[in-house]
């Protein structure tokens, strides 16, 4: 392979690669929360193994959240509260906020809970 071949390979390798980086979005429960409510089961609930946790989040937070899914769109998406991620998906849309569902599978959910129930920020 000549030269200019090989630095195309490789440019086109790294750009590969750089589309596959996920974005990552970190949430404080304490900071970027103002409200919280957990739903635990549901009789018609679609998805049994996970738990309904919705928010309504800080202005900080949303603007987070929309820069976050506006940039990476089309890409894997790791959201973490509290510093344990609790999902990945691939954004389809802006999230613009304020509220947000987020399905917590319930093994995920046994570990954030309790830092759930620390006291907000003041």
Same mark, same amino acid.
């Given at each position: &392979?000549?030269?200019? /071949? !090989?630095?195309?390979f490789?440019?086109? /390798? &790294?750009l #590969?690669a &750089? *589309?596959?980086l996920?974005?990552?979005? %970190?949430?404080?429960?304490r900071? %970027?929360f ?6 635990? !089961?549901r009789?018609d %609930?679609p ?7 919705r =928010?309504?989040?800080?202005? %900080? #937070? *949303?603007g987070?959240l929309?820069q =976050?899914?506006?940039? *990476?769109?089309? *890409?894997?998406?790791r959201?973490?509260i509290n /510093?344990i991620l609790?999902?990945t #998906? $691939? ?8 509220g947000? &569902?987020?399905s917590?599978p319930r093994e995920?959910a046994?570990?954030l809970?309790p ?6 920020? $003041?």
């Open positions: &392979m000549r030269g200019s /071949g !090989k630095l195309i490789v440019a086109l /390798g &790294m #590969a &750089m *589309q596959c996920a974005a990552d979005i %970190d949430l404080s429960s900071s %970027d103002t409200e919280m409510n957990l739903e635990f !089961k009789v %609930d998805n049994p193994q996970s738990i309904a946790l =928010v309504m989040l800080s202005p %900080d #937070a *949303q987070r929309e =976050v899914t506006r940039q *990476q769109m089309h *890409q894997p998406l959201l973490s /510093g609790v999902s #998906a $691939t954004i389809q849309t802006v999230i613009m906020g304020p947000l &569902m987020i917590v995920i046994g570990n809970l830092t759930l129930l620390e006291p907000p920020a $003041t």
